[in-house]
């Protein structure tokens, strides 16, 4: 079981999902289901509000989901010398936008 830290200040948004069960988690607020878009990882979030336990298949259709894209999101800042623990992160790495233009 992975869990990780939520990305703070992330703009989150509902992807294409592999079922409707899926967006309609997504969709609903009070659902613990968690999408992060910065990283391309589904997740359920834990009570403590900032972690969330990753996901490689989706519970309901049981489809592969995404592979994160977490690792290459720290090499990209890494590469720009950006810290992401001490320095602004650049605002199109808080969203999918980074991944979505070198797709
Ligand atoms: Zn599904």
């Known amino acids: 079981m992975n869990i990780v830290m939520m990305l703070k200040n992330e703009k989150t948004s509902v992807p294409s999902?592999?079922?409707h069960s899926m967006e309609t988690a997504l969709s609903d607020r009070e659902h613990p289901l968690y999408y992060s878009s910065a990283y391309q990882e589904?997740?359920?979030?834990?009570?403590?509000?900032?972690?969330?336990?990753?996901?490689?298949?989706?519970?309901?259709?049981?489809?592969?989901?995404p592979t994160?894209?977490?690792n290459e999101w720290f090499e990209q800042l890494e590469s720009m010398n950006i810290d992401p623990w001490e320095h602004d992160i650049p605002i199109h790495f808080l969203s999918s936008a980074w991944w979505e233009k070198i797709k």
Do not use: A, H
């Open 17 to 19: 999902c592999c079922c």
């Open 42 to 65: 589904f997740g359920v979030q834990l009570s403590s509000k900032f972690e969330y336990s990753v996901l490689s298949f989706c519970g309901w259709c049981g489809s592969k989901l």
């Open 68 to 70: 994160s894209r977490r």
